[in-house]
């Protein structure tokens, strides 16, 4: 693999750390409605007596057509009819149970991962105990991070560094905060910030509707 440029190193990495926020903010709720699902399964489907149900079946893999196509094969199938619905249900794939066994595999496959890269990454450069251990009860936050998100409920985001050097593109705060301040002469509100840390495209329209009165891009 050609080596990466540093700024994509960490612009990687950045991006990595708003994946991971989006995901353990929505973790619960997602784990909440997987598990209501599982108590429903399997659940009875209600057809038409004068009518047949006909779904497509891959005899290659054993299983419903529907999850060859959530995994992108092309392996095809066969029109099977379907006469008992609620033994048909108890028999097909339960999405949730699948779903749930994708999550805890990538979360092991995630820490391992991310236990391999911070190796790696600290055999050269051994973090302060300030970045190991932030203080969950500190009003500001630690050193290298940007002090803007940590407003939303200590959100860890690092701050934006230029290419190879150490020197920030704005101090104390991340490139979005700090492109945003330069911009509205002000920090970006709670409100956006914590859309924007859930994973929303944060727009113009978004931005006029939670930003103070008498506030203008220059």
């Given at each position: 693999?050609?080596?990466?440029?540093?700024?994509?190193?960490?612009?990687?990495?950045?991006?990595?750390?708003?994946?991971?926020?989006?995901?353990?903010?929505?973790?619960?709720?997602?784990?909440?409605?997987?598990?209501?699902?599982?108590?429903?399964?399997?659940?009875?489907?209600?057809?038409?007596?004068?009518?047949?149900?006909?779904?497509?079946?891959?005899?290659?893999?054993?299983?419903?057509?529907?999850?060859?196509?959530?995994?992108?094969?092309?392996?095809?199938?066969?029109?099977?009819?379907?006469?008992?619905?609620?033994?048909?249900?108890?028999?097909?794939?339960?999405?949730?149970?699948?779903?749930?066994?994708?999550?805890?595999?990538?979360?092991?496959?995630?820490?391992?991962?991310?236990?391999?890269?911070?190796?790696?990454?600290?055999?050269?450069?051994?973090?302060s105990n300030e970045m190991q251990h932030p203080d969950p009860s500190a009003t500001t936050a630690p050193d290298g991070w940007c002090a803007s998100c940590w407003r939303d409920d200590h959100a860890h985001q690092p701050i934006t560094v230029r290419g190879v050097t150490s020197i920030p593109y704005y101090a104390g705060v991340c490139q979005w905060c700090g492109d945003f301040r330069a911009r509205y002469k002000s920090l970006p509100p709670l409100a956006i910030l914590r859309l924007r840390h859930q994973g929303r495209r944060i727009t113009e329209t978004v931005i006029e509707q939670h930003l103070p009165a008498g506030k203008k891009a220059s």
């Amino acid at each position: 693999m050609k080596p990466l440029a540093p700024s994509t190193r960490r612009r990687i990495l950045d991006a990595t750390s708003l994946d991971l926020h989006v995901a353990r903010t929505t973790l619960d709720a997602s784990l909440a409605l997987i598990a209501d699902s599982l108590a429903g399964h399997p659940q009875a489907a209600r057809y038409d007596q004068t009518e047949r149900s006909t779904r497509l079946w891959c005899f290659t893999h054993e299983r419903d057509h529907r999850q060859c196509e959530h995994d992108g094969l092309t392996c095809g199938g066969t029109p099977v009819d379907t006469t008992d619905p609620t033994g048909d249900a108890a028999t097909s794939p339960d999405p949730a149970a699948a779903a749930a066994r994708k999550i805890d595999g990538t979360l092991v496959q995630l820490a391992a991962l991310a236990r391999v890269l911070v190796v790696e990454i600290t055999a050269w450069a051994p973090p302060s105990n300030e970045m190991q251990h932030p203080d969950p009860s500190a009003t500001t936050a630690p050193d290298g991070w940007c002090a803007s998100c940590w407003r939303d409920d200590h959100a860890h985001q690092p701050i934006t560094v230029r290419g190879v050097t150490s020197i920030p593109y704005y101090a104390g705060v991340c490139q979005w905060c700090g492109d945003f301040r330069a911009r509205y002469k002000s920090l970006p509100p709670l409100a956006i910030l914590r859309l924007r840390h859930q994973g929303r495209r944060i727009t113009e329209t978004v931005i006029e509707q939670h930003l103070p009165a008498g506030k203008k891009a220059s």
